[in-house]
């Protein structure tokens, strides 16, 4: 099939021996797959195993503490401030997560980790470090980045919605 990968698809074994059989499964999108797989032993129909297959495929997804949105306190020009906010990685596959700090902004605002592994279910404290270049209030929009680690079966990239820094600067 297309989402269920058999190796080796065929081969002998001969008597009192075994053949271990990997069964590799590779999602195309998000959804709960089953399929029934057919053992043919020696050519006769007669003597065929049929297994049942079941996998579940999961899109990359996280959360982000307090619906996404930071405020930072006034802070004085040429000073720093910083803030935690904890993601967590809400799906059971493991993303790579990455901040995408644009040029204008990167100036003003940085994150540490700024990018990462988070294993299904897991969660990290992301602490952002303002540090304003003139008095006004700022609001910027921060995108964190994520996909699938380790396979491209499942979206690349994705934007995660809400997902806003506040700066307030009085």
Sequence with gaps: SKVYKCTPREGVIETRQFQIIAIRFEAKTARKYTEKLIC???YSKSHSLELNLVGNG??????????GVLFFKPTCVGASTKRTMRIENTARVPIVFDWNISGK????????????????K???NVTFTFSPLKQKKY????????RAAGGNSLPTRE????????????
């Design 139 to 146: 609001t910027i929009r921060l995108p964190c980045m994520i």
């Design 40 to 42: 043919i032993l020696n």
């Design 159 to 170: 934007s995660v919605a809400a997902d806003k820094v506040w700066v307030n600067i009085n």
């Design 105 to 120: 902004n990167a100036n003003l605002i940085s994150a540490e980790p700024h990018a990462g592994l988070l294993r299904g």
């Design 58 to 67: 999961s899109a990359p997804s996280i959360k982000c503490e307090g619906d």
């Design 122 to 124: 897991e969660s990290v």
